[in-house]
C-alpha cells in the first residue's frame, strides 16, 4: 500500500477517535477501555503474526516494550483521562503540536543545532496549546473548568509519549515487520492497563454498556487499533517519522464535524486562537504546515512498495 494513502486513512480514523472515544468513555471505565480494546486487537492480530515471527534481539524487546509503554499504557491511558474532563474537539489540536515536540526532544535530547527560526516556530505553536490548556480557567475558574484544563494538560502528556512511541518504533522500522511490531506494542500495553482495571470493576458492571458503548468499543478494536496503529506502524517502516506527522493536521477537521453532531461540542474563540497559534508556528518553524501534500502521494504511487 501506498504509505502516504495509509496515513491519510490513519489520521481522518483518528480524527474520528476522541468524540467516539469519549462517547465511550461515558458508558466504560477508561484503563477496563483500553484493555478490552488492546487485548482484542492483540488475539485478532496473532494468527496473522505467528506464523511470521521472527526471533528479536534483547534490545529490540526492550526498545518494543518501551514503545508499547509510550505509544498505549502511558499515550492511551492519560488520553482516556483527559478526554473524560473536557471536550473531544481540543485533543486533536493539542495533538497536532507533535511535531514541534519532536523538535524540542531532538534539540534537547540528541543535540540537533539550534534554529532560531523553530526555536521562535515551537514557541508560538507551544503557546497555542497553552491556551487552549488553560482556557477552561481564563472563561471561569469553576471545579468544572478547572477539571478541563487538567484534562487537556493531560492530553498535552498524551501527545509528549506518542512522540517518544513514534520515534522508539522508527529505530525498528527496518528490521522487523510492521505486524510484528504492533502486537509487541499492544500487548504491552494491554498489560500495563491491567492492574488499573480491578479497581475499576468494582464499581462498574457490562449491563451499564448501551448500543453506544459497545460502538466507541468495537470502532476502537478494529479501526483505531487494528486499523489506524498498524498502517501508522507501516508508514514509519516505509517514509520519514516526519512525513507520517505531516498528515495529523486533518484530524482536528475530522474531530469537529463529528464531535459537534454527536456530542453537541462547539469551538470557542480559545479553540481557533489557540489553533491558529499551533498551525502559525508550525507553518513558521517548518515552512509549511503539510496539510495536503498530495504530490508526495503520488510521487510515491510511482515507487515499488
Known amino acids: 500500500m501506498n504509505p502516504f494513502l495509509a496515513i491519510i486513512i490513519a489520521n481522518i480514523i483518528m480524527g474520528a477517535a476522541s468524540p467516539i472515544m469519549k462517547m465511550g ?45 509510550c505509544g498505549v499504557g502511558l499515550h492511551i491511558g492519560l488520553f482516556f483521562l483527559g478526554l473524560q474532563r473536557t471536550q473531544s474537539i481540543v485533543a486533536p489540536v493539542i495533538a497536532s503540536s507533535g511535531p514541534v515536540i519532536l523538535y524540542a526532544i531532538a534539540m534537547l535530547f540528541l543535540l540537533e543545532k539550534f534554529n532560531l527560526k523553530k526555536f521562535y516556530g515551537m514557541f508560538i505553536a507551544l503557546g497555542g496549546v497553552l491556551l487552549i490548556v488553560l482556557a477552561p480557567i481564563i472563561l471561569n475558574g469553576t ?3 478547572h477539571q478541563q484544563a487538567i484534562g487537556n494538560l493531560l492530553i498535552f502528556g498524551a501527545t509528549i509519549f506518542w512522540v517518544i512511541h513514534s520515534f522508539l518504533i522508527k529505530k525498528l522500522s527496518r528490521t522487523i515487520g510492521v505486524l510484528q511490531i504492533s502486537i509487541v506494542v499492544f500487548v504491552t500495553g494491554a498489560l500495563s492497563f491491567l492492574p488499573f482495571t480491578f479497581g475499576e470493576m468494582q464499581s462498574w458492571t457490562v449491563e451499564e454498556v448501551t448500543v453506544r458503548g459497545w460502538f466507541a468499543l468495537l470502532f476502537g478494536i478494529f479501526f483505531i487499533s487494528l ?5 501508522i506502524h507501516y508508514a514509519l517502516t516505509k517514509i520519514a517519522a516526519s512525513d507520517v506527522g505531516m498528515f495529523t493536521y486533518m484530524d482536528p477537521v475530522v474531530a469537529l464535524l463529528i464531535a459537534w453532531p454527536l456530542l453537541g461540542e462547539k469551538p470557542d474563540v480559545f479553540y481557533f486562537l489557540g489553533s491558529l497559534l499551533v498551525f502559525g508556528g508550525i507553518y513558521l518553524a517548518e515552512g509549511r504546515l503539510h496539510w495536503h501534500p498530495f504530490h508526495k502521494l503520488v510521487r510515491s504511487s510511482t515507487r515499488p512498495s
Open 227 to 231: 486499523g489506524a496503529y498498524t498502517l
Open 143 to 145: 471545579v468544572v473548568h
Open 25 to 69: 468513555l461515558e458508558e466504560i471505565p477508561p484503563f477496563i477501555l483500553g484493555f478490552v480494546r488492546f487485548a482484542s486487537a492483540s488475539i485478532l492480530l496473532a494468527p496473522f503474526v505467528i506464523s511470521r515471527w521472527k526471533p528479536l534481539i534483547k534490545k529490540d524487546w526492550l526498545i518494543l516494550i518501551l514503545a508499547g509503554i
